[in-house]
């Protein structure tokens, strides 16, 4: 009996023991959030009555509050970390320059943040501000600052964090070409993420923590790289290239690039696996992973996936209310000055959306000078091809002075500016999308603005586009390039266009397309090739393109190494200062050009047709 009661008290002891053993850990995160601090679309636009109406409307931060007030009362153990890119992305970014953003990231109760690149968007002064008012450590293991003493005492290479009792261990990284896509200044060094991150894992496992979260802003692929090629890392929190990762059927129709958790076995230790996760962009869902250890480090279970902040998850009254006192102040500074037009900047509608028009050559060349100083070493130029929707120009602009409220009703989505890889294959399904509906009068938004264009139709034998007698061909060149200089001046002396495609609208739509030529951006000497429908592209298009607005699905449900670029209406703004007074005149860049003929007999206006069409497929191959 005593025997019994003796193994009793020995089984209880081991029961107590083993529920000591394990750690359970709850993660939230976020990453390239974008200055969301409202609610917004499906575009991440902001969010209308109609949408409201409709239960459209997602994130935000009075919404976030919401939901992580919530997980907080459930959970014990709790971490809120955010991969980077808080810069950037809408007027409060703009108006505020990241006092905003450390304001309701303390609010929020953020446990450490990655630096990503957008935050060197307005370079290191604005950085050095923003790391000085918020109330949680900062990251990044790869960057150098020791030549800038006053941004290298304001961030930490890694944190350990103590979750009731448990030391968490936390490795910052940033994109090592960073000075390639933002303006940090030219003394700060990026480094490789892999070598710089194991430096300081080490250094964290020596010290007797066992479990280690990396952090970072550099992408998913090269997440995923770090994972394989780490020892001692546990779970990868990550962000920068946009990534929806989800397990299961997700609540959007958004594109699912893989699953949450991807679990990843590293090369050198395969008895481990890492778990890499990431939240999509804009805060429109929270990150949540919940993961166990044993009393090792090791995770021995994990569950989770994203939530999605709809309709479904109330708006906090309190952080609403002051969410709507900020707005209120930069709703005064609207009225602010830019510069002025001379002439009158034409967005009309009839006009965008069937032809050239001036306000559209504006937007689309300040859409390129905003990346003119982002060149590599491997390229002359870091993109190929830059498409704009004409649909997104929304006024005109009159004469005069021009304020932010006017940059703002010209584009007044809050969308950016981002760059991605794109296959060509793809790339021609966008071309054909672009004139599946085109004519002069649906005004369909799809049709395309360009920068230093030429659009020409040849019509043979009189009328206009989809006569039935005539052979009608348009050149469409694109997109400048991208000038090796920082002028205006040299820029358009220099520039090139991107790429060459020549349409013939007498065909069916979705088969339009005759030729595309597209400008190399990897060679010493750029040239014109033949669009390759297996190699990938570099582009650069507003995000309602990269959502898949206008019918471009295409673009969204194939794009790979999305960064979000700047605000429209900031780098419309930005040109406007820049290059005030502003002068634009219609260029020629879309030209209608109608070839009649007086020959009497049908064979000849035919012979004269094969003359003109076989005139411009010379000139497109040869020039």
Known sequence: MQFCRSLSFILLLVMFSGGRCTYDLTIMHTNDVHARFEQFNRFGADCSEDDEAEGACFGGVARRVTKIKEIRATYDNTLLLDGGDQFQGTQWFYFYQGRATSHFMNRLGYDAMAIGNHEFDL?????????????????????????????????????????????????????YKTPE?????????????????????????????????ALGHSGYDIDIEIAKKTVGIDIIVGGHSDTFLYSGTPPTDDVVIGPYPTIIIPENSPEDQVLVVQDFT????????QVTFDESGKIISHNGNPILLDETVDEDPDTLTEINKFSETFKNLSRTALGETYVLLVGEKVTCRTQECNLGDVVADAMLESLVSYQSEESWSDVSISILNGGGIRTTVGQGV????????VLPFQGTFDVFDLQGKYLLEALENSVYYYNDTSLWGRFLQVSEAEIKLITCGGGHFGSHLGLEWILVDLAKSLALASTRTLTRDLAKSRIL?????TKLPGYRVVSVEVRCAACPVPKYELLDL???????????????????????????????????SSVLGDYIQKYSPILQGIERRIMFVEEKSNLATKNSISLFCIYMVTLAIYETFIY
């Open 501 to 505: 495609v020549t349409y013939n609208l």
């Open 282 to 289: 804009f805060a429109k869902f929270l990150g949540f992973l």
């Open 181 to 213: 896509i933002s303006k940090p200044s030219s003394s700060l060094i990026f480094n490789e993420e892999i070598p710089s991150i194991q430096a300081e894992v080490n250094k964290l496992m020596n010290s007797g923590v066992n479990k280690i979260i």
């Open 402 to 409: 021009i304020t932010i409220a006017d940059v703002t009703a």
């Open 123 to 175: 370079g290191n002064a604005k950085l050095i501000e923003f790391l000085r008012n918020v109330t949680f450590p900062v990251l990044s293991s790869n960057i150098d600052a020791s030549s800038e003493p006053e941004l290298e005492a304001l961030f930490q290479k890694s944190v350990v964090l103590s979750v009731s009792g448990e030391m968490i261990g936390i490795v910052g990284y940033t994109f």
């Open 534 to 568: 297996d190699k990938t592209y570099r582009i650069v298009a507003p995000s309602y393109i990269v959502g898949g607005g206008d019918g471009y699905t295409m673009v969204a449900d194939n794009l790979r190494n999305h960064q979000t670029g700047n605000l429209d």
